[in-house]
């Protein structure tokens, strides 16, 4: 199995401002995934990240709004840009270790006023 | 792209047997079924994964037919510790270094264990 840890746990922002959310993996993995969460509802994946490459982005979600870093196998990170109260949401990201089975990290409770 | 249907919510007793069934109709040749579970505040869980037929390990069942159009994941003798949201989840995710998305969860059965 792997281990994942998000860092800021939760926050409180302001509309209009930035949140950059880290994931980080204590193992090497080639992919990477951002799942979003509103409150009481299932995970919608934002996009794939791979080492070297392009996030690549599911329907709905752009790179200006969430964009993603991927500089090594371990470490990933998602921003939220330019927020509104409606990103508010649990960010979740996850990584395939083995024959599509995922691992999630504990996420990321975001909280926009 | 192979979406899952599932019950929204589920009650049972401690010690009871406990089926959860996802229907995928438009599941493709290479993807797998994977069941994940959720406690609040928390990722998701792997609990079990499957191609055909049948899989078990010390947490639970998964039943998967011949047409492997749905899938039925059993949790024996549940307890309150059981409590929490149950999802599927059929896909390929190595479809997705291309760009294609098969990583759709299912809204989840919310299973509620009473004493």
């Known amino acids: 199995s792997a281990v994942i840890s998000q860092k800021p746990s939760r926050d409180i922002c302001q509309r209009g401002t930035s949140l950059t959310i880290q994931c980080q993996v204590d193992?090497?993995?080639?992919?990477m995934f951002w799942y979003r969460q509103q409150p009481g509802q299932s995970l919608t994946l934002i996009a794939t990240a791979n080492q070297g490459s392009e996030a690549t982005y599911e329907s709905g979600f752009v790179i200006d709004k969430f964009p993603i870093s991927r500089p090594n196998l371990t470490f990933s990170t998602l921003t939220v840009s330019n927020m509104s109260p409606e990103d508010s949401s649990i960010y979740l990201c996850?990584?395939?270790?083995?024959?599509?089975?995922?691992?999630f990290g504990p996420g990321t409770r975001l909280l926009v006023l | 792209l192979a979406k899952t249907t599932q019950p929204i919510s589920m009650d049972s007793y401690e010690g009871q047997e406990v089926n959860i069934t996802c229907s995928h109709n438009n599941i493709a040749t290479n993807d797998y079924i994977t069941w994940y579970q959720q406690f609040p505040s928390q990722g998701p869980r792997f609990i079990i994964q499957?191609?055909?037929t049948k899989v078990t390990n010390e947490v639970a069942s998964l039943f998967i037919p011949a047409d492997r159009k749905s899938s039925t994941l059993s949790l024996p003798r549940v307890s309150l510790s059981d409590t929490a949201v149950y999802y599927c989840?059929?896909?390929?995710?190595?479809?997705?270094?291309?760009?294609?998305?098969?990583?759709?969860f299912g809204t989840g059965t919310r299973l509620t264990v009473i004493p």
């Open positions: 193992s090497q993995v080639t992919m």
């Open positions: 499957g191609y055909k």
């Open positions: 996850s990584v395939e270790y083995s024959k599509e089975t995922q691992y």
């Open positions: 989840l059929v896909g390929d995710a190595t479809r997705s270094q291309t760009g294609a998305n098969n990583l759709f």
